[in-house]
């Protein structure tokens, strides 16, 4: 079992749909973090969150840190949000990221 | 500083040919790290610098691959007698104690 895991694998969503991603992690963790991964491979980090909820534009993210889980909700969806999220968990004392295997999002117009 | 650099953004070369890579993080930015990513999976740590200091390496990096950071500035990753497993993406990060990250646009290595 992978110590973050993320669901769904792959979701595909119409233009305007509101969507959630989740994660889970079974390791003791300083930090959380989402990013976005478009094809070509450059990953941008949208979050980073220890407790409660941040907010960027149409992006929420929230952390659980008692149930160890964390949510990425995207509001009003538009095509350009498709891409791969990826959630990832800062834990240990070097503070390494532990990624899980990510969400390929779609959104059709 | 207009975020992280990493050179070549492609390189395919031969299989048992040595590659070298760069990774340029954010001036001052103490923490360095690589990962590798292949199709479809997320990535995986491969090592980690603080300033010159590599702390940690993954049992992933073989004794073909070494990786540097002579002056706590850029990093270099050099993969030795490359493998048609070694294809992948390579991302570079960089943090300061305590923020978030910021990664590179990745190198993408294809060995044929």
């Known amino acids: 079992k992978n110590e973050v895991e993320q669901s769904p694998q792959n979701l595909t969503a119409q233009e305007g749909e509101f969507i959630t991603i989740n994660c889970s992690y079974s390791?003791?963790?300083?930090?959380l973090h989402w990013l976005q991964q478009h094809p070509g491979g450059g990953i941008v980090s949208l979050f980073m969150l220890s407790s409660g909820k941040k907010k960027h534009g149409r992006l929420i993210a929230t952390i659980n840190i008692q149930e160890k889980h964390s949510s990425l909700h995207i509001t009003a969806s538009h095509p350009r949000d498709s891409a791969v999220y990826i959630c990832?968990?800062?834990?240990?004392?070097?503070?390494?990221?532990?990624f899980g295997k990510g969400t390929k999002l779609s959104v059709k117009p | 500083d207009t975020g992280v650099s990493q050179d070549p953004r492609h390189k395919i070369t031969k299989r048992g040919q040595n590659v070298t890579f760069r990774c340029d993080p954010i001036?001052?930015?103490?923490?360095l790290y690589w990962y590798r990513q292949t199709l479809g999976q997320g990535p995986e740590f491969l090592t980690y610098?603080?300033?010159?200091?590599?702390?940690?390496k993954s049992r992933l990096l073989s004794d073909r691959f070494s990786a540097e950071r002579p002056k706590g500035s850029f990093s270099t990753l050099e993969i030795q007698r490359t493998e048609q497993g070694d294809s992948a993406m390579y991302l570079c990060?960089?943090?300061?104690?305590?923020?978030?990250?910021?990664f590179g646009s990745g190198t993408r290595l294809t060995v044929v």
């Open positions: 610098f603080q300033n010159e200091a590599q702390l940690e």
């Open positions: 001036s001052e930015h103490n923490r």
């Open positions: 990832a968990a800062l834990g240990g004392s070097q503070g390494n990221l532990i």
């Open positions: 990060a960089s943090s300061r104690t305590g923020y978030g990250y910021t």
């Open positions: 390791v003791g963790i300083s930090a």
